[in-house]
């Protein structure tokens, strides 16, 4: 079962995910760890036995050559059975976190790098992700143990039966009165592992806050702010004030789990002393033999030991396998695009079909209103389309819309007359060329970071005719290693690091690098000086070449080389034309396009009282 929120699944389908994870990729690994079921059961029983044969045989007046035979086996048998054990546990510690915490890692990663962009940025799978990243963060957490848990599990039951049985056959009695206080134990840990069920979300959420603070700090894109608005004491309260209330219900945790041991050690000695002393009476009234003696005496304590170790490994299990649920309730979210076999795309180095909007609109995941809504518009092959409107119109939402990032929540998109939707995913992805406001760069060189491709696919060639379009070689020229210089200090020591509208330009090469037959281009000028920003206005026709072009800018004197001008505002398309038509309209873009050109006269800025109206 997968579903976003609330999916659970049943122990034995986690412990079964679990083994098939390790069974796969390392398979000796549960051998190991049945063999450790099997040897952790049988060598301290053979050690109990011991004793009994030695005493049984001296008892019996065995001949010397008899003796040494019985207990020269048993000691050999000891030593077999310990070398297993040795073996068996080396490659079930080397082996079970390692193994669980890199395929998960691989599997994650994999989910984060192909999952619906809509599901990958929903607050709902944020959470979620955290949650399983948590769960399986070191190799020391109870996810990745499952296997161990489970055998230490079988191993205690296992002793629990084997030893009782030895119990049961020399006095039924006795194993009535541990049974009943093994019940009271039971039931008080129960205690303890439905506090510690019970604080889970809420310790779980904590945890994900402290996670985020913790985060927040330590990112260099927000140390400025933290420094510049002194916001040091603020970010240090709100860490002491959850890690308070996270400490408050750790120890609610803790002190059940204090008390669950304490009534385990309390109860453990009545019952071992009750049982010894029946013991004790059973031998001084010759109703049992010195050897059964010793070993029942043995047994008894052993006994206790397996029972307290059931308890322990049960909750711990329980702990592992609600962990697990966490990491696949993140793996089993579902996309909701078409990630499979889809209608048939034509070619990606052609102009697309038309693309026609139909009654779109918008609704972000937990927003009240709409972001867009009832939105028509024809796209045709070739056109040059700006994007315009205020802040948060929704210009940025209209075009994730477009690319297929998000799933309209109203009406339909349409590509050559075919629901975009019917497409498989990633081949319509190949038909955009995209830069948006937030620009991300990857820990290879500046070639790389074009093509997007390993240096031995990336066309060396092409990467500089990019670089050149949009404005980046002057800069690239200047370095010592050109374009493989490589970028990311973080990663690499000896990376360069690029100016904002540097960045900008990059993204822009990588666009024109994917030269797919769409390119959306949000603010891509923002950044840029001016004069950068006017060869970029001049180059537009030369860029967007046989493409068709979707420009997203706030500079409405860059947009008048469009074909169309959308401007957005109310949640829709509120007025549609060339500059010349919308100028004729009077509309709300001539009142945002005389505001802004008010600045620009003969190249001065006009600093009269209007300027600081608008400011
Ligand atoms: N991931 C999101 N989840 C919820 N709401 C969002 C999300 N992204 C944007 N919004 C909201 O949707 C509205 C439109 O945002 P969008 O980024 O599309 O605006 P925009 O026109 O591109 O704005 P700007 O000119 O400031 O870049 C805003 O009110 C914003 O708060």
């Given at each position: 079962m997968s579903t976003e929120k609330g999916a659970t699944y049943s122990a034995w389908s986690n412990i079964s995910y679990a083994m098939r994870l390790h069974w796969r990729a390392r398979p000796l690994t549960l051998i190991c760890c049945v063999i450790s079921v099997l040897v952790g059961v049988g060598l301290p029983f053979v050690s109990i036995l011991m004793p009994k044969i030695v005493i049984d045989n001296i008892t019996a007046g065995v001949t010397p050559g008899r003796f040494i035979l019985s207990v020269g086996a048993m000691a050999l048998l000891l030593a077999l059975l310990s070398s297993a054990k040795s073996y068996a546990d080396l490659i079930t510690n080397e082996s079970v976190g390692t193994i669980s915490i890199l395929k998960h890692l691989q599997t994650t990663m994999h989910k984060h790098l192909n999952m619906d962009f809509e599901v990958l940025e929903s607050p709902g799978y944020a959470k979620l992700g955290e949650k399983a990243w948590r769960a399986m963060q070191?190799?020391?957490?109870p996810a990745s143990n499952i296997p161990r848990n489970t055998s230490q599990l079988l191993m205690n039951v296992l002793g629990f039966v084997t030893y009782g049985m030895v119990i049961v056959t020399v006095h039924p009695l006795i194993i009535l009165f541990l049974a009943v206080s093994a019940g009271i134990n039971w039931l008080a840990l129960s205690r303890a592992r439905k506090i510690e069920m019970a604080t889970r979300e809420e310790r779980s959420k904590l945890h994900g806050k402290l996670w985020y603070i913790q985060k927040v700090s330590k990112e260099p894109s927000g140390g400025k702010d933290i420094r510049l608005y002194d916001l040091g004491s603020l970010i240090n309260g709100m860490f002491r004030n959850v890690l308070a209330a996270s400490t408050k219900k750790e120890r609610e945790v803790a002190t059940g789990d204090m008390k669950a041991h304490l009534s385990d050690a309390a109860l453990s000695l009545l019952r071992d002393g009750a049982a010894y002393a029946f013991l004790i009476y059973l031998l001084i009234h010759d109703k049992m033999t010195l050897g059964n003696f010793v070993l029942v005496f043995a047994a008894i304590g052993a006994f206790a030991g397996w029972l307290s170790g059931i308890l322990r490994s049960s909750s711990e299990l329980m702990r592992a396998l609600s962990e697990m649920s966490d990491i696949r309730v993140y793996l089993d979210?579902?996309?909701?695009?078409?990630?499979?076999a889809g209608h048939e795309l034509q070619s990606g180095d052609k102009l697309p079909p038309a693309i026609t909007l139909r009654n779109v609109g918008y609704t972000y995941p937990e927003?009240?209103?709409?972001?867009?809504?009832?939105i028509d518009l024809d796209i045709k092959p070739g056109e040059r389309i700006a994007i315009v409107g205020g802040n948060g119109a929704g210009k940025t939402t209209f075009i994730k819309l477009l690319c297929g990032l998000y799933k309209p929540t109203s009406g339909e998109i349409t590509l050559g007359g075919v629901?975009?939707?019917?497409?498989n995913r990633d081949e319509f992805f190949a038909l955009f060329s995209t830069v948006f406001q937030d620009i991300h760069l990857f820990c290879c060189d500046i070639a790389g970071n074009i093509s997007q491709q390993s240096p031995e696919k990336t066309d060396y060639g092409k990467v500089k005719k990019c670089l050149e379009m949009s404005g980046l070689m002057d800069k690239v020229s200047g370095l010592?290693?050109?374009?493989s210089t490589l970028l990311v200090r973080r990663v690499h020591n000896d990376a360069i690091e690029l100016s904002g509208g540097e960045q900008q330009k990059l993204a822009l090469a990588r666009a024109l690098y994917k030269d797919a037959p769409v390119i959306i281009l949000d603010?891509?000028?923002?950044?840029?000086d001016p004069i950068a920003e006017s060869e970029i206005y001049q180059r537009y026709a030369e860029l967007t070449a046989g493409k068709t072009s979707i420009y997203i800018s706030h500079?409405?004197?860059?947009?008048?080389?469009?074909d169309r001008i959308l401007f957005i505002d109310g949640g829709g398309i509120a007025e549609c034309g060339t500059h010349d038509e919308l100028m004729r309209h009077g509309g709300k873009y001539a009142e945002m396009f005389n505001v802004q050109s008010h600045y620009y006269k003969d190249g001065e800025v006009s600093e009269n009282e209007d300027a600081l109206h608008l400011a």
């Open positions: 070191s190799n020391h957490s979210v579902p996309d909701i695009s078409n990630t499979g927003a009240n209103k709409p972001t867009l809504t009832g629901d975009i939707t019917r497409y010592e290693k050109g374009e603010e891509p000028t923002a950044a840029l500079r409405l004197a860059s947009t008048r080389f469009c």
